[in-house]
């Protein structure tokens, strides 16, 4: 049973253009939401989070947005480089408990000059 | 700073053979994870170690064992490798509280033959 899916297995955007990577989460316990991104033959590296209780955070070029009642994601990228190509992963956690992140499959973003 | 270290970064086994990952980190953190990656499947939580002294399975526990030696070191056995073990093995580490977010290794490419 998957928890949290990201449906998308790959997202092509032009170098400047916004990218938005998608999200879904089935369990309503989970309370933070990560993204990461990952390199080829490196090791997945932290983005942005958002906590249960904001629908919004943002870091420079990155936003993330949260849509409890959805029980939606999203990772906006604006404007999007070409080192932004890479595999990003969203992943959920509980607060209470053992906090293990479970992640979704990843999509693969390219970003094309 | 190293961050998290693991090793070997490449290994090829026979079915049946035996072998233990190594995984260290320098950050004083309590708690580490293994993951593995297998394409359209992201990553899932192997085994992991909430503090020095305990160890819990995760979703995939099934063929593997782990040894929290101290706080910095957290090894994951294979103790009969299988094919369906082939995978990109990812230990990671964290203050305690997962919503602050993992710190990863580089990880360590299986293959079994």
């Known amino acids: 049973d998957q928890q949290v899916k990201q449906n998308s297995p790959s997202l092509s955007v032009q170098e400047g253009r916004i990218s938005i990577l998608n999200c879904d989460y089935t369990?309503?316990?989970?309370?933070?939401f990560l993204w990461y991104k990952k390199y080829p033959a490196e090791g997945p590296t932290f983005l942005i989070s958002?906590?249960?209780?904001?629908d919004k955070n943002e870091d420079g070029r990155f936003t993330v947005f949260l849509n409890k009642s959805a029980k939606h994601l999203s990772l906006h990228i604006v404007p999007s480089q070409p080192g932004d190509s890479a595999v990003y992963f969203c992943?959920?956690?509980?607060?209470?408990?053992?906090?293990?992140?479970?992640f979704g499959q990843g999509t693969r973003l390219t970003i094309n000059p | 700073n190293a961050g998290v270290t693991q090793t070997p970064k490449f290994q090829v086994l026979k079915t049946g053979q035996s072998m233990t990952l190594q995984c260290a980190q320098d950050?004083?953190?309590?708690?580490m994870y293994w993951y593995r990656q297998d394409p359209g499947m992201g990553l899932r939580l192997i085994y992991y170690?909430?503090?020095?002294?305990?160890?819990d399975k995760g979703e995939v526990p099934n063929g593997y064992n782990v040894s929290r030696l101290n706080k910095r070191e957290f090894s994951l056995r294979l103790e009969s490798a299988a094919p369906s073990q082939t995978s990109v093995y990812f230990c990671?580490?964290?203050?305690?509280?997962?919503?602050?977010?993992?710190?990863f290794g580089s990880g360590t490419r299986l293959t079994v033959v």
């Open positions: 950050m004083n953190h309590n708690s």
């Open positions: 170690s909430a503090s020095e002294g305990t160890t």
């Open positions: 958002i906590s249960s209780i904001k």
């Open positions: 992943a959920a956690s509980k607060k209470q408990g053992a906090q293990k992140l479970v």
């Open positions: 369990n309503s316990m989970f309370d933070y």
């Open positions: 990671a580490s964290s203050e305690g509280a997962a919503n602050y977010g993992y710190t």
